[in-house]
C-alpha cells in the first residue's frame, strides 16, 4: 500500500507584515517543524525525487519535501538557516519581476542560497499571474522568460516551476514542459484523479496559522492528508 508523499507549502515567516493571511507563519513555529519532522523521523527529499517516483512512498516510508513560493527575503533570513541547521533540502521558487523589490529576495540572496547543498530554486513566472486566467501567449512568456532569467542570474539550470496562485489547466501543463521544465507544482485544490503522479501536478500542502499545532502538523505529514479534501 502506498501514500503521497507530504509536500509542504510555505510562504512569508513575516506574519507581522501579512497580519491577515493566514499563510504568513512565524520563524519560531516554523523552526519546530523542522524540529518536529527531525524528532519524527522523516527523510526529506527533493522535488525531483518526488516527480521521479510518481510522488508516493511505501506504507512505512516517512518522507517529506519542502517548498516556498513567492520569494520573500524573510526566507532567507529565517528558513535558510534552520534548513542549513538540519541539513534539510527545500525548493524556493520566486518571481524575477519582484525580485529585488522591497520585502523579497534579491539576486546575491538567490544565488547564495543555489550554492548551499538540497536548496533549488524554481520559477514562480515572470509576474505574479494566475496563468490559465491570462492570454496563452502571454503565459507561454512568463513560462519560458522566467526560467530563462533566473538561468542567466543564477548560472544553473531551473527544472521547477510553480504556477502562481496555483492556476493552471491541461494547456499550462502541457507548456510548461514545452518549455523545458522538468516537474512543477501546484496548489492543494487537484482532486481529478487523472493528475495523480503527473510530474508537473506536484500537489501540496498548505502550511498556515490552522497548521501550527503539533497534531495538525502531523495529520498534514500523514500521507493521507489530500484524501480529506481541501485544506
Known amino acids: 500500500m502506498s501514500r503521497f508523499i507530504p509536500i509542504l507549502a510555505y510562504h512569508s515567516l513575516d506574519p507581522g507584515r501579512f497580519p491577515n493571511n493566514k499563510l504568513a507563519i512565524s520563524p519560531q513555529i516554523f523552526r519546530q517543524q523542522m524540529l518536529l519532522l527531525k524528532k519524527w523521523g522523516f527523510k526529506i527529499v527533493t522535488l525531483e525525487s518526488c516527480a521521479r517516483g510518481g510522488w508516493t512512498e511505501g506504507f512505512l516510508d516517512r518522507k517529506a519535501a519542502i517548498t516556498f513560493d513567492d520569494g520573500y527575503a524573510d526566507n532567507y533570513r529565517w528558513a535558510l538557516p534552520v534548513l542549513k541547521e538540519f541539513g534539510f533540502a527545500a525548493t524556493f521558487f520566486a518571481t524575477p519581476q519582484d525580485i529585488g523589490q522591497e520585502g523579497f529576495m534579491n539576486w546575491d ?11 533549488e530554486i524554481g520559477s514562480h513566472g515572470l509576474e505574479h499571474r494566475p496563468l490559465s486566467d491570462i492570454p496563452e501567449k502571454e503565459a507561454w512568456i512568463s513560462l519560458v522568460a522566467s526560467k530563462k532569467i533566473l538561468e542567466e542570474q543564477l548560472g544553473r539550470e531551473v527544472s521547477a516551476i510553480s504556477y502562481p496562485s496555483g492556476s493552471f489547466n491541461e494547456k499550462i501543463v502541457e507548456m510548461a514542459q514545452g518549455a523545458g521544465y522538468a516537474y512543477g507544482c501546484a496548489a492543494s485544490h487537484i482532486h481529478d484523479r487523472k493528475f495523480i503522479g503527473n510530474p508537473y ?12 499545532s503539533a497534531a495538525a502538523f502531523a495529520l498534514r505529514l500523514s500521507g493521507f492528508y489530500h484524501s480529506f479534501g481541501r485544506p
Not at 501536478?201 to 501550527?212: A, E, N, T, Y
Open 201 to 212: 501536478l506536484l500537489r501540496r500542502i498548505k502550511i498556515s496559522s490552522s497548521s501550527q
Open 109 to 119: 540572496m538567490l544565488r547564495e542560497m543555489a550554492e548551499v547543498p538540497g536548496i
